[in-house]
């Protein structure tokens, strides 16, 4: 949908503003600390979350699932084939990714409690990717589709009248 490289950094701000903020608040509820730590703390672990998948999404995952999705055995002129190969690889590789600064804020408030690494790794990925596809295929996807095209996209169309 986004066209430019401007476009594409607004669209990954606005997708990973929204999808940060929720696996944000899930996780916190998720580890039983929305109620054990300040609200600035959650604020502090929010922008560093949202800076860490913009990073990613920017120059490691976007570029990449871009290249995958391109090389797949799909229709491409068929929108939905797009928008869910996009998102189904987008939202695993950011899972991947993101469930290591997920678990290692886990550690950082809980410690290891002498689980095994690996396993911790993984239970926390699967309840990240069970709640992120979802999020992004049902939720966030549809309302950032809309809201770029409404404001970012008429924007552009608007500018481009006079």
């Known amino acids: ?43 502090k672990e929010f922008i560093i979350g949202f800076l860490i998948a913009l990073t990613l999404d920017i120059f490691l995952v976007g570029p990449g699932v871009k290249k995958i999705v391109s090389k797949l055995p799909i229709d491409k002129s068929k929108k939905i084939n797009m928008v869910l190969a996009m998102s189904t690889l987008m939202v695993l590789a950011m899972a991947l990714f993101m469930s290591v600064f997920g678990l290692a804020i886990s550690y950082l408030h809980n410690g290891n409690e002498d689980n095994s690494l690996l396993k911790d790794y993984f239970s926390t990925f699967l309840k990240n990717f069970i709640v992120a596809y979802p999020l992004q295929l049902i939720v966030m996807g549809p309302l950032v589709r809309y809201l770029f095209i409404k404001f970012v996209l008429k924007i552009k169309c608007n500018c481009n009248e006079y």
């Open 1 to 43: 949908m986004p066209t430019t490289k401007k476009e594409s950094l607004q669209f990954g701000l606005m997708m990973c503003f929204g999808m940060v903020l929720f696996m944000t608040i899930y996780n916190l509820f998720l580890s039983g600390f929305i109620e054990a730590i300040t609200l600035m703390e959650v604020i």
